[in-house]
Nanobody
Framework: QVQLVESGGGLVQAGGSLSLSCAVS????????MGWFRQAPGKEREFVAA????????NYADSVKGRFTISRDNAKDTVSLRMNSLKPEDTAVYYC???????????????????WGQGTQVTVSS
């Protein structure tokens, strides 16, 4: 059974930084493309960032480009999201997701990701 467990969420002031981590178990991590998504109250879940199986290609939502960085460590079966210059509008539950069907995928289509974590709350105060 594939499990994804996020950690690192919390409360931070606007302009601050936070790092999220997602640990994957149950299946070979290096055979998955990974993504981060977020969902604010009353809104649909939206794409944040994605990284292909070897970390050679990444993709970001326009709203976070230049502020967030996705990375992965295939030796530790983890994917991370470094968030800088946080804004109140970044407040959401953040989810990591795994795509075992397409190793090179870095898109934001939720249906492409077969496994999801339980989410971690990020709150940015103004």
């Amino acid at each position: 059974q594939v499990q994804l467990v996020e950690s690192g969420g919390g409360l931070v002031q606007a302009g601050g930084s936070l790092s999220l981590s997602c640990a994957v178990s149950g299946r070979t991590f290096s055979r998955a493309a990974m993504g981060w998504f977020r969902q604010a109250p009353g809104k649909e879940r939206e794409f944040v960032a994605a990284i292909n199986w070897n970390g050679g290609n990444t993709n970001y939502a326009d709203s976070v480009k230049g502020r967030f960085t996705i990375s992965r460590d295939n030796a530790k079966d983890t994917v991370s999201l470094r968030m800088n210059s946080l804004k109140p509008e970044d407040t959401a539950v953040y989810y990591c997701a795994a795509n075992y069907g397409r190793l090179w995928y870095v898109g934001g289509d939720l249906s492409e990701y077969q496994y999801w974590g339980q989410g971690t709350q990020v709150t940015v105060s103004s």
